[in-house]
């Protein structure tokens, strides 16, 4: 019998799509507190095998920061690019703006010339007034947020955990399915919140919970949980869901998830 194959999307054996979408939204990235990109013809260069990446007409963007470098990194789908300095007068970023040369596929000649931005090298990114975190949103993303009657076990420890028949099912694209559960069907008593958070572009902040092991030590950040998810994400509001890979295992109905 074959096997059934992987079909997540950023496996490195997928096969890999790259294209070029033009962005009606208005991008602005600002340095140093100001403006140095500013454009509602940004073109997105986007793959399931890298994060997406804004490329700005060389007249949206400040031409006075732009300092040359001699850095030169091939990139993986857009050959030979060349690199720029940041530098605003008060501070100085190195490499933080590059640009392809002369891209070996013709899908992607409408970039060359173009400038991008090293998305942690600037301070801050903008969808028209909404910042962005993290990285530029994927036009292919999609998020359902869908309640369920399924029944969602989760092991840690030698223990259950948690067990819903409610939970809140979190379908990503190129991401595995996530099971979000109400806390009251959580035990609590095995969970200590942590310090730790982090940011998505397509839910908000993420504030984390550790594991409390039976002799006494902690597993760090093996669920998460949003109390203010950004507007678009009401369904899962305090919701806590886990890392597979961090308990023991987790059913679906019975089945391993």
């Given at each position: 019998?074959?096997?059934?194959?992987?079909?997540?999307?950023?496996?490195?054996?997928?096969?890999?799509?790259?294209?070029?979408?033009?962005?009606?939204?208005?991008?602005?990235?600002?340095?140093?507190?100001?403006?140095?990109?500013?454009?509602?013809?940004?073109?997105?260069?986007?793959?399931?095998?890298?994060?997406?990446?804004?490329?700005?007409?060389?007249?949206?963007?400040?031409?006075?920061?732009?300092?040359?470098?001699?850095?030169?990194?091939?990139?993986?789908?857009?050959?030979?690019?060349?690199?720029?300095?940041?530098?605003?007068?008060?501070?100085r970023a190195a490499n933080a703006a590059w640009s392809f040369t002369a891209p070996p596929?013709?899908?992607?000649?409408?970039?060359?010339?173009?400038?991008?931005?090293?998305?942690?090298?600037?301070?801050?990114?903008?969808?028209?007034?909404?910042?962005?975190?993290?990285?530029?949103?994927?036009?292919?993303?999609?998020?359902?947020?869908?309640?369920?009657?399924?029944?969602?076990?989760?092991?840690?420890?030698?223990?259950?955990?948690?067990?819903?028949?409610?939970?809140?099912?979190?379908?990503?694209?190129?991401?595995?399915?996530?099971?979000?559960?109400?806390?009251?069907?959580?035990?609590?008593?095995?969970?200590?919140?942590?310090?730790?958070?982090?940011?998505?572009?397509?839910?908000?902040?993420?504030?984390?919970?550790?594991?409390?092991?039976?002799?006494?030590?902690?597993?760090?950040?093996?669920?998460?949980?949003?109390?203010?998810?950004?507007?678009?994400?009401?369904?899962?509001?305090?919701?806590?869901?886990?890392?597979?890979?961090?308990?023991?295992?987790?059913h679906l109905d019975g089945q391993p998830a």
């Open positions: 019998m074959t096997a059934s194959p992987n079909l997540q999307p950023r496996e490195a054996t997928a096969p890999r799509l790259v294209n070029v979408l033009h962005s009606p939204k208005r991008i602005r990235v600002k340095f140093d507190g100001r403006t140095i990109a500013d454009s509602r013809n940004v073109l997105v260069l986007r793959s399931n095998h890298f994060l997406p990446i804004y490329f700005f007409p060389p007249s949206s963007v400040d031409p006075s920061v732009l300092k040359p470098s001699l850095h030169r990194e091939p990139h993986a789908v857009g050959g030979e690019t060349a690199y720029w300095d940041i530098d605003s007068g008060g501070r596929d013709e899908n992607l000649a409408p970039l060359a010339g173009r400038i991008a931005f090293t998305w942690k090298a600037v301070d801050q990114w903008f969808e028209e007034e909404e910042e962005v975190f993290v990285h530029a949103r994927d036009p292919y993303a999609r998020i359902d947020v869908l309640h369920s009657s399924s029944h969602v076990q989760v092991w840690f420890d030698g223990d259950i955990i948690a067990d819903s028949h409610r939970p809140v099912l979190l379908f990503e694209t190129h991401l595995p399915t996530r099971f979000y559960l109400p806390p009251e069907d959580v035990r609590l008593d095995r969970l200590t919140a942590s310090n730790s958070t982090t940011r998505c572009p397509y839910k908000g902040i993420a504030s984390y919970w550790s594991g409390l092991l039976k002799d006494g030590s902690v597993r760090p950040d093996i669920a998460w949980s949003y109390r203010d998810p950004i507007d678009e994400m009401p369904k899962i509001k305090g919701l806590i869901a886990f890392y597979p890979q961090a308990v023991d295992r987790i």
